[in-house]
């Protein structure tokens, strides 16, 4: 069965770190993207990051850029998102999602498998 677990959430203070992973069960990911989104109460799914699982491209959201950073371990097929200079805003629940390489990785509608999403607080 396929499947997509996150872990690594929690609560940090503004300015600190996290580390979210995102492991993939049941499949392969050659000709993959794997990427992450977030979403805030009361706001819709966004763009986070992304990489092609075979090249290791990635792409990030202005909002995050130079800030986050998105990885591939291939041997233990996980994806991992660090995250730095965390904000307040940054505050959503992250869900990891993978997809076969088509479309804008910038759109949820490229992805077939979600993770459950797990929930980063940044709060003082």
């Known amino acids: 069965q396929d499947q997509l677990v996150e872990s690594g959430g929690g609560l940090v203070q503004p300015g600190g770190s996290l580390r979210l992973s995102c492991a993939a069960s049941?499949?392969?990911?050659?000709?993959?993207?794997m990427a992450w989104f977030r979403q805030a109460p009361g706001k819709e799914r966004e763009f986070v990051a992304a990489?092609?699982?075979?090249?290791?491209?990635?792409y990030y959201a202005g909002s995050v850029k130079g800030r986050f950073t998105i990885s591939r371990d291939k041997a233990k097929n996980t994806v991992y998102l660090q995250m730095g200079s965390l904000k307040p805003e940054d505050t959503a629940a992250y869900y990891c999602?993978?997809?076969?390489?088509?479309?804008?990785?910038?759109?949820?509608?490229?992805?077939?498998?979600w993770g459950q999403g797990t929930q980063v607080t940044v709060s003082s």
């Open positions: 999602a993978a997809g076969v390489n088509r479309g804008s990785l910038y759109s949820t509608a490229s992805y077939d498998y």
């Open positions: 049941g499949r392969t990911l050659s000709n993959y993207a």
């Open positions: 990489i092609r699982w075979n090249d290791g491209t990635t």
